[in-house]
C-alpha cells in the first residue's frame, strides 16, 4: 500500500521553516515475521528535535537528510506478524513522521487507551511527564519550604514539575511568555508567581519579589539571558536541574553570556544536566507515581492539539513561538 511520510529535506542554519520539510508518497514494505503495520493517530512534537537537525555530536544520534523524520507516536496495529500484537491493539513508539508504516514489534510497547486519552501517553505519562518527575525530584531533590523556579513553565514538561513542586511542599515560581500562560499557571496549576519574560521591564526585580527567599531548585528549560536572571538568585546548596535550552537552539553564533561559575562555585551549587532516558531502568517507578498523583486529582494537565498529519511541521515550529500550552500534540 502506498502512505505518505515527511522527510529531512535540508539541515536549518538558525530556525527551521518550510524548507525543512518535505512530504513524499512511498510504498510500504512487505510484512515480515515479527513486524507490524501500524496505522498513526498522534504524533509527538519537541523542542528536543531541534538538536537532532544539526550535524553535531549529541546525546543521540541526528536526523538523516532524506531519511524520514521521527519522534515519539501512538499508534493502531493493522496487520500483524508478531506474537505480541494483535490486530487493534494501541501502541507507543519512536516511529516516523508517516501516516502508515511497517514496524519492528520489539521496539513498540502496548498501552491501554481506557486507562488514559492515548495522547497522554507522549506526555504526561510519556516522556515529558517522566523528564518533569525524575529531573525535579532525583536532581533537583525538593525539600518542604524550598523555593521551585522553572522557566518554560506552560510548556509539557514545566507545568508538570511546579505541580510535583507543590505537592512536596515548594514554592512553585513560572516563567512563560504571555499573560494567558501566567494566569493559567496560577489560576489551573497552583504555582504561587509566575512572570511574563517578554512584557517584564526588569526580569531580576520580578524575580526577587517572586522569590524573596532566594532559589533553591532551577528547573531550566531555556538557557539564556532568564537563566542568567536566576543563577543571581541562588542560595547556598542550591540545585540546578539543566533539561532544555531552547533560547539557544536557533543561533547562528554561540552567545556570550555573563560568566557565572563564581556564583555556582562560592554558593556550592549543584548543577547536572541530564537526558530522560538516563533513569530508563526507573520508568515504571515514575509512571506509577504520575498516574497515582492524576487518579488523585493532584495533578492536572494541559494540551495543544493539532489536527492534520500535513500540519505536523506547523506544529513544531509552533514550539519556537509559544504556540502551546502544555503539550503539543498532532491528531492524524
Sequence with gaps: ???????????????????????????????????????????????????????????????????????????????????????????????????????????????????????????????????????????????????????????AVGSIVGQIAKINGCRAVGIAGSDEKVAMLKEKFGFDAAINYKTSTDIKKDLREACPNGVDIYFDNVGGEISDAVTLLLNDFARVSLCGQIALYNVKEVPVGPRLESIYLTRRVKLQGFIVSDFQKQFGEGIKQIAEWLSEGKLKYEETVVEGFDNIPNAFLGLFFGDNKGKMVVKV
Aim: charged share 25%; hydrophobic share 35%; net charge negative.
Design 1 to 155: 500500500m502506498q502512505t505518505r511520510q515527511i522527510t529531512f529535506a535540508a539541515r536549518p542554519k538558525g530556525m527551521p521553516d518550510d524548507s525543512t520539510f518535505k512530504f513524499e508518497t512511498v510504498e510500504t514494505p512487505e510484512l515480515k515475521d515479527g513486524e507490524v503495520l501500524l496505522r498513526s493517530t498522534w504524533f509527538s512534537v519537541d523542542p528536543y528535535m531541534r538538536g537532532k537537525m544539526n550535524d553535531a555530536r549529541s546525546y543521540t544520534a541526528p536526523f538523516e537528510v532524506d531519511k524520514p523524520l521521527e519522534g515519539g507516536a501512538i499508534a493502531v496495529v493493522e496487520e500483524s506478524k508478531s506474537e505480541n500484537f494483535n490486530i487493534g491493539d494501541t501502541v507507543f513508539g519512536m516511529l516516523k513522521w508517516a501516516e502508515h508504516q511497517v514496524s519492528d514489534a520489539s521496539v513498540l510497547r502496548k498501552i491501554d487507551p481506557n486507562m488514559a486519552p492515548p495522547s497522554y501517553y507522549v506526555g504526561i505519562l510519556g516522556m515529558p511527564g517522566l523528564t518533569a518527575y525524575f529531573g525535579l525530584m532525583k536532581i533537583g531533590e525538593p525539600k518542604e519550604g524550598d523555593t521551585v523556579v522553572v522557566s518554560g513553565a506552560a510548556g
